[in-house]
């Protein structure tokens, strides 16, 4: 029984007639390492945020928020350790950084090739959470829980370069996020780890000669100014972040407000989802506006590059197992319900 409840309950037994539900207000605090140009961060902005403060009005109480993006209070990198304190209550956290602290998340970032469909990609993730409780705990472990996991549309090559064959890779530093490093490991390329916010002055500089990096942030980010070369080679849309609330903000909220932000948190989700698949579209299309030049690398040489990268999913898998991780489990249930909902990936991660 949360706290309102036993104050309206107090009002019924002493006067016989029920209280009006005592008014509460709270101050809080939501924040991205990301700016808004990203598709996951504006959804909180103009959907998740006036939406929960709306409708948790209708149950008689306020919501002051302070959004804070762009790095204002942590770097991408950050964000996890700000609302495992308290920093923020809320947070825009990219699980892709934390394979550390949340490895079985990385789930996706180690099984490519799969679809670009981000909405079914999205409904396996929510399956996966579902039969495997680590998951839960691991962002427990981190004083958090997930609301809503964000993923993001299919990543591709931008590149200084242009690319006909895998093998122009060849000698190339290549930056990106994660764990998505061990795409490169089936080429001659030299990966470098960075983030969307540092891509852009680490092409124009020379640090990259590209980059492998998603859709709907080409444009928006203007990589293809400096990198004008796309190549679509479809290594599959990603989970990739996760909309996190602090425990201990969670746990002192009244269950029919927690009710409403878990609601608005599931439509925040496919609204994000949808946001993602629909600007991925309109980024490459203002790319080739700006003066990109778009290929496309055949199913066969996709399948290809698919094929000379070691077992990166085996690999990992192996690692977590000993560790006492079930990370064969994450592995062969992602893959299960990867095909039951009609996802098809180039190559079968989950064979030894």
Known sequence: MTRLMKTTLTGVLL?????????????FTVIAGHPPLTRGVSAISDHFVPEVSKRVAELGHTINWTEAYAGAVAPPTGVLEAVESGVAEFGYVPQLFEGDKLPLDQITYITPFGTSDLLKVMGVIDKLYAEIPAM?????????????????DTYHFVTKFPIEDVSDLDGHKIGTAGLALNWLKGVDATPVAGSLPDFYNS???GLYDGVMTFESVVAPYKFYEVAPYITKINFGAQYASALTVNLDTWDSL????????????????DIAAESYNEGGKASLAKAVEGGATITDLSDEQRAAYAEKLPNIAREWAEKLDAQGKPGTE????YMRLSKEAGIQHVRDWAAK
């Open 15 to 27: 006067s016989g007639v029920a209280l009006p539900v005592v008014a509460e207000t709270w101050n």
């Open 136 to 152: 839960t705990e691991a962002w427990a472990d981190n004083n958090q829980k997930v609301l809503a996991p964000v993923g993001i």
């Open 203 to 205: 092409m124009s500089t």
């Open 254 to 269: 009244p269950e029919d407000v927690q009710q409403v932000i878990q609601e608005v948190a599931n439509e925040y989700r």
């Open 330 to 333: 994450v592995l062969e249930t």
